[in-house]
């Protein structure tokens, strides 16, 4: 790898650096919104840059990046997505470039606002993480035999709500539903009283596939366009009264956060990783060749109203027993079709100790102990006005490529 | 109600009846698609009519008779999606109208083609048949606890695949997936061998919530648009080795089909009848008032490959247990919110004697009574070549509005 070296002034430590041009949708003062890149502390306004012409001979119609969200970029597919990201980087290494002549385009990211960057058409949630399945499992079944039969056999995975995916900074509100009191016959209803959150990471679906056709695991790659911070909030005690035998629902469908930056696989290349073994070997259609695993460290922040914030755990996506070829093999094994703008979430990603869970209810074991958070108060579950963020980046030799943050603050229930 | 009489011949047991009058997405020998509303054997071209200027002082642009979807029609509220319906009523009735004048927008159904007539956002599937869940807990659990310690407090329900939903007449491939065999533990890959369909129907949401906001119930009917029928195609064997503990997955997601004409609300209004009485009391929050189950005569029809058709079972939507705005109130209690076009599945409708179960593994017992078809073949679960059509109606008082059918036909799987 070369060392890249740009005109503009970018923070070592920054997770937009030059090696990374992540692709997201912004609007400045109430305007209309449209596709950015970020780099540093700015935002490169794609569509102002589009007017100089110089995507001409990429773009069908310069209009693709005056959207409110990136679907139609990522259909025209990673020949002129990645095209279009790799000449980015180049102009900002280049003092001739039209873009240094330009840098009226260029935003402060403190300046501008945010948007959900994909339509989502449909919202998947895998359980790919044998640490979190395995916690679950001596949680709330047998100890001695956590894992259920089919897990090391394939992907779970479920269908969620894509209607209230948010971005990140989105406020969430505590929701009401139905809880059985513990030895209660007769459930009552009442604002969740075991709200958590769940670190994920989630995929970008960058090309359609045929209904009736499944993806060979060797082409899956080719429909992955980028990665996502996801924080799938839970209520612990809705979902657990719900959810046999049909799966979690309102446990689950009143928010779930994402990040804004959606970085593309090209920027996640050198950090791929081989992945845990798996054992038994899996069925044919699910074995893989190359890395297929990432080395990207990931933290959680819990900061209460008013107070600081403490990083309540660290642990890498590398953890990953099942990787993203594999989820998206399985899913459409059966023919099942996917779209551009759809979304793919890992799961709770936790790590093999307990500072490195990827919940509360794992981090505070179901509440029988407590986190104890630097300003002295204590967690088991969330509590009104505190605010969850999560942060990933992938480093090595010199680069560094982040995804920012997703974070979201919880609001009280509404009134009874 | 008043006799309607339209100068267009009608069959006296046509479907599509002047007291119907249900909106769905057509286009004429590979032309654009644009909406259109049934009448007997004709499909009415709204947007032909509208370039007469007779809706004019109703929609803010015409354009919105033009588009491949009902979406944007929907979203302009009953208002307008009621009163339209009313002029055509009319019109079809007065031999002075401009409908009457120019006839030729109107098209012979056989002449068109149908086509998915709502962009689904989200889709949900409910679990709403005392019956069916009955059956299901009777076959699979224990038969003196059939049904879940939930169930009787809540409509039980779980997220399913947009993408995959098709209109009536697709075909459906019989997909592959992982199956646990009978006494082994470890999986086999193969096509399934207990292909299934579920009996349901849905209803298409035609106005926005707010996240965050729930739907009171006494104003969840504000959100219905209309219904449609709904196939819900089930591998039960895939299904049963998946599902645990996070619901159905690639043992659906493969394929749903619906029919083509949503009737909309307003001509169910005439079919509404008291439901099932609820024991022990619900919540507040689903108590309801008034008749909100709808008498819906439904039945389904089997077709062998170069056969006769069998009709193995007749049941009635009226014996859901749980209704449609108890569903929404439920959905939306926590927060969760719903756009224009989501579409919402009763799950499987099973009355109460054998010949009115709603699906096949219910019909044969999990395959211990095989169902014996008119030509003399017999089935437990559904074979290549079979053609499923579901088809409804409901009537009354010399009126009958009817939903056509929804059919597809298996196709073999695909080579290995």
């Known amino acids: 790898m070369n060392t890249l070296n740009s005109w503009l002034d970018i923070a070592a430590d920054s997770d937009f650096s030059i090696y990374n041009l992540p692709f997201g949708v912004f609007s400045v003062r109430g305007g209309k919104p449209g596709l950015g890149v970020a780099i540093g502390e700015y935002v490169i306004d794609l569509y102002g840059l589009a007017a100089l012409g110089v995507f001409d001979d990429l773009l ?8 409110p969200y990136l679907n139609d970029f990522m259909a025209l597919g990673k020949g002129v997505t990645a095209e ?3 000449r980015l980087q180049a102009w900002l290494c280049d003092t001739h470039s039209e873009l240094y002549r330009h840098q009226e385009l260029l935003f402060e990211q403190k300046e501008v606002s945010m948007h959900l960057p994909v339509k989502v058409g449909d919202y998947t949630d895998f359980y790919s993480s044998i640490e979190h399945a395995t916690n679950v499992g001596k949680m709330f ?37 139905q809880v059985l009191p513990k030895g209660a016959s007769q459930p009552v209803f009442q604002p969740s009283a075991r709200l958590d959150f769940e670190l994920e990471m989630a995929f970008v679906i960058g090309k359609n596939s045929q209904l009736g056709k499944p993806i060979p695991i060797g082409q899956a790659g080719d429909y992955l366009f980028g990665l996502v911070l996801f924080n799938d909030w839970s209520a612990r005690d809705i979902q657990k009264w719900e959810y046999v035998p049909l799966g979690p629902f309102l446990g689950k469908n009143f928010a779930s956060s994402i990040s804004p930056w959606v970085v593309p696989m090209e920027a996640l290349a050198p950090f791929r990783v081989t992945g845990p073994q798996q054992q038994p070997p899996v069925l044919p259609y699910l074995q893989y060749e190359g890395e297929q695993n990432y080395d990207i460290a990931l933290e959680v922040g819990l900061r209460p109203e008013g107070g600081e914030e403490t990083v309540i755990s660290r642990t890498n996506f590398r953890y990953m027993y099942w990787n993203m070829v594999q989820q998206l093999a399985h899913h459409t094994v059966n023919g099942c ?11 709770t990603i936790s790590g093999p100790d307990p500072h490195s869970y990827g919940s509360l209810l794992e981090l505070a074991w179901a509440g029988s102990r407590p986190l104890q958070l630097a300003g002295g108060e204590s967690r088991s579950f969330l509590q009104d006005g505190d605010t969850l963020s999560l942060r990933g980046h992938a480093q090595k030799n010199g680069m560094r490529v982040g995804f920012g943050e997703v974070s979201g603050k919880i609001l009280p229930a509404m009134e009874g």
Do not use: C, F, K
């Open 60 to 67: 069908p119609d310069r209009e693709v990046l005056n959207q």
């Open 84 to 86: 279009l990201r790799l």
């Open 141 to 177: 079944r047998d100890p001695e035999n956590a894992l259920l039969p089919n897990w090391r056999h394939l992907p779970v995975a479920y269908h969620g709500r894509a209607s209230s995916i948010v971005v990140s900074g989105t406020p969430v509100r505590r929701p009401w539903g």
């Open 337 to 347: 079709n996917v779209r551009v703008g759809d979304l793919m979430a890992s799961g």
